[in-house]
Each structure stands twice: as structure tokens, then as C-alpha cells.
């Protein structure tokens, strides 16, 4: 935590994610290794194994992939279009920076199991 520093995606979703209105909430499914976002005929889905969730445009479904990494399973999604066009970027460069150092940290764990407990609680506590 001490090397991830205060920019969390938990402080991150209280500045820019519940300051906006309108909101809506969707529930994620259970994440998986397999995380993708696919085109369908009707739109943009979400996948966390076979499971899936439709997305109202491509630019949410990345919104919502980043949290499914993270393990949320409810969140709330701004309503506004070109608000998410702004943050997205944002979101998924701190989601990538904190997985770098997250890797770099954990790395030393040999045991995956352990290494797994870790990630999840870490990843746990960065969402709030």
C-alpha cells in the first residue's frame, strides 16, 4: 500500500465517479481469469469467463472491465457519455500503474495460492 501511494481506484471512484449525476448501478459478475469485451449484434458485452454483462457503449464496457479486475461487484456508472470518455483513460492508466507495482511486490511470493489471498485483499482494500 505504501508503494502504491494515495492514488487509489477507491479514491479515484469518490472524486470523479460519485461527484457526477445522474449515476446508475450495475452488478458485475464474479471475475474470472478470462476477462474480454466483445461486439455483439446489439451492442458491446462484458465477459468474465462465460459469464457476461451488455455495456451501452464500448467506452463503458472498459469503464466496467477495469473494476471486474479489480473485484468490485457493484458499481456505479456515470450516466454521461463524454464524462466517461474523459475518465476512462485515467481510470485504466492508474489500474495499470497499480498492477505494476502490485506485480513488482508480490513477486517474491512463490506460493500462487498465497500470492492469490494477497492480491485479492490488496485489490480489496484499493476498491474501497
Not at 98 to 107: A, M, P, R, Y
Given at each position: 500500500m505504501?508503494?502504491?501511494?494515495?492514488?487509489?481506484?477507491?479514491?479515484?471512484?469518490?472524486?470523479?465517479?460519485?461527484?457526477?449525476?445522474?449515476?446508475?448501478?450495475?452488478?458485475?459478475?464474479?471475475?474470472?481469469?478470462?476477462?474480454?469485451?466483445?461486439?455483439?449484434?446489439?451492442?458491446?458485452?462484458?465477459?468474465?469467463?462465460?459469464?457476461?454483462?451488455?455495456?451501452?457503449?464500448?467506452?463503458?464496457?472498459?469503464?466496467?472491465?477495469?473494476?471486474?479486475e479489480?473485484?468490485?461487484?457493484?458499481?456505479?456508472?456515470?450516466?454521461?457519455?463524454?464524462?466517461?470518455?474523459?475518465?476512462?483513460?485515467?481510470?485504466?492508466?492508474?489500474?495499470?500503474?497499480?498492477?505494476?507495482?502490485?506485480?513488482?511486490?508480490?513477486?517474491?511470493?512463490?506460493?500462487?495460492?498465497?500470492?492469490?489471498?494477497?492480491?485479492?485483499?490488496?485489490?480489496?482494500?484499493?476498491?474501497?
Amino acid at each position: 500500500m505504501e508503494k502504491i501511494g494515495a492514488d487509489t481506484l477507491g479514491k479515484f471512484y469518490q472524486e470523479k465517479v460519485l461527484s457526477q449525476k445522474p449515476l446508475y448501478s450495475k452488478e458485475l459478475p464474479k471475475a474470472t481469469d478470462d476477462i474480454s469485451i466483445k461486439q455483439g449484434l446489439f451492442g458491446w458485452r462484458l465477459y468474465s469467463g462465460k459469464k457476461y454483462i451488455e455495456c451501452a457503449s464500448e467506452l463503458e464496457a472498459h469503464y466496467l472491465k477495469v473494476w471486474l479486475e479489480a473485484g468490485v461487484e457493484e458499481i456505479e456508472v456515470p450516466e454521461d457519455e463524454t464524462y466517461l470518455k474523459t475518465i476512462v483513460p485515467k481510470l485504466e492508466k492508474l489500474k495499470a500503474k497499480t498492477n505494476e507495482v502490485i506485480k513488482d511486490q508480490l513477486s517474491f511470493i512463490a506460493n500462487p495460492r498465497t500470492r492469490d489471498r494477497i492480491l485479492h485483499q490488496l485489490w480489496h482494500e484499493l476498491s474501497k
